[in-house]
């Protein structure tokens, strides 16, 4: 999912699955705690705006994010405390760097006095579990860790059925067990990866600063978790293309947002096999990634909603995941079959530029 906004500026000098593959991130989720700089330009938009846009890689993806502001100076003020914002949230919740709690949650199995916005995404993916019946699930860490080790270790191969099926013993989000700020895994060998919503509840956090400090009109997108506030200028509303899963910008759709969220999951961005049977989405009750879409974008009032129910429709399927979008309030999906043909639910539509 891309920004297409004429002025929008991104400075960088190779695409960023290049880029990733060189800083070693790709398929790694968040697990770089690696603060590039921002790269930053202001331009007088009109008499009255500045615009200010931004770009820097955090969460294991680039961070754009573009303002509009009477004052350059407020606007690039705001734009710098809400990175710092993002790189303090998504280093809390690394599953890669030991001395994070969800790292310690994941080796010990439970843990104490967990940190509130850690608590926070728990409590909120559990309940996502429960209104996708079981579809999103945050404890498929031994299945994602099992697709690393046999597509990246010294014996290489498909993951046979059995060990699928050791594995998915140890999947369920059920067995997580919260009580008074501490949580409790049932079974041994559990773990659990926030990839799946963290990301939207940090989007949605950088926007949270961004209007405390007065900027209400601004986007932020976080490798196609997208926030939109107010508009882009002149009261217009901001341009969203979906993403072209082979990347050769025939974007299946483009939308016209002003306050919400989108967020688009698909195969084509962290996969382990050339083939994209095996990536970084997987169906808690089979063990297996699902091949049925190649894409799916949901709108919804919250990034963080937007990305767990996107995750969720891919598990789901085309027609299963449409039917569930179109039960719910506020949301609306558009989803790409493998097989080249779309759906999507009652209230999407479309704008041309």
């Known amino acids: 999912m891309q920004h297409r906004d ?36 202001a331009v007088r938009f ?29 606007a690039e003020a705001a734009m710098g405390r809400a990175y ?14 030991g001395s994070t709690a969800i790292a310690q949650l994941n080796l010990e199995g439970r843990l104490r006095d967990v940190p509130h916005e850690m608590y926070q995404v728990i409590v909120r993916a559990l309940e996502y579990h429960r209104i996708t019946h079981g579809t999103f699930d945050i404890t498929v860490k031994p299945v994602i860790d099992l697709f690393r080790n046999k597509f990246t270790g010294k014996n290489k191969g498909v993951p ?6 050791a594995v998915l013993t140890r999947v369920g989000s059920h067995k997580i067990k919260l009580a008074k700020g501490s949580i409790v895994f049932q079974d041994p060998g559990m773990g659990i990866t ?28 976080a490798g196609g978790d997208i926030r ?4 882009k200028s002149d009261k217009k509303p901001w341009t ?18 002003r306050d919400g969220a989108i967020a688009t999951s698909g195969n084509y961005e962290i996969y382990f096999d050339q083939e994209k049977m095996f990536h970084h989405i ?68 479309s704008a041309a530029i």
């Open 6 to 41: 004429p002025f929008f500026h991104n400075n960088r000098s190779m695409n960023r699955r290049s880029f990733l593959k060189m800083s070693g991130l790709l398929g790694l989720g968040m697990a770089s705690a690696t603060v590039f700089p921002v790269s930053a330009e």
């Open 46 to 74: 009109n008499r009255k705006l500045y615009k200010v846009s931004g770009s820097q890689l955090a969460m294991g993806t680039f961070v754009s994010m573009t303002l509009f502001h009477e004052s350059k100076n407020q």
């Open 84 to 97: 710092e914002e993002i790189d303090r949230l998504s280093k809390s919740m690394n599953r890669f760097d």
């Open 160 to 165: 046979s059925e059995n060990e699928l099926e």
């Open 194 to 221: 926030l990839d799946g919503i963290a990301k939207g509840y940090i989007v949605d956090k950088a926007s949270e600063c961004l209007l405390k400090q007065g900027i209400s009109n601004h986007l932020i997108n």
């Open 228 to 231: 939109t506030m107010g508009s």
């Open 240 to 257: 969203v293309a979906i993403q072209d899963p082979s990347k050769k910008k025939n974007y299946p759709d483009i939308i016209q947002m």
């Open 282 to 349: 997987v169906d808690p009750k089979t063990g297996c990634s699902p091949v049925m879409s190649t894409s799916v974008s949901v709108l919804a009032r919250m990034t963080m909603e937007a990305d767990a129910l996107s995750t969720s429709v891919f598990v789901m399927g085309p027609a299963r995941g449409t039917a569930f979008i179109n039960s719910l309030p506020h949301c609306e999906c558009l989803v790409l079959a493998r097989d080249g043909n779309r759906s999507n639910s009652i209230g999407w539509k």
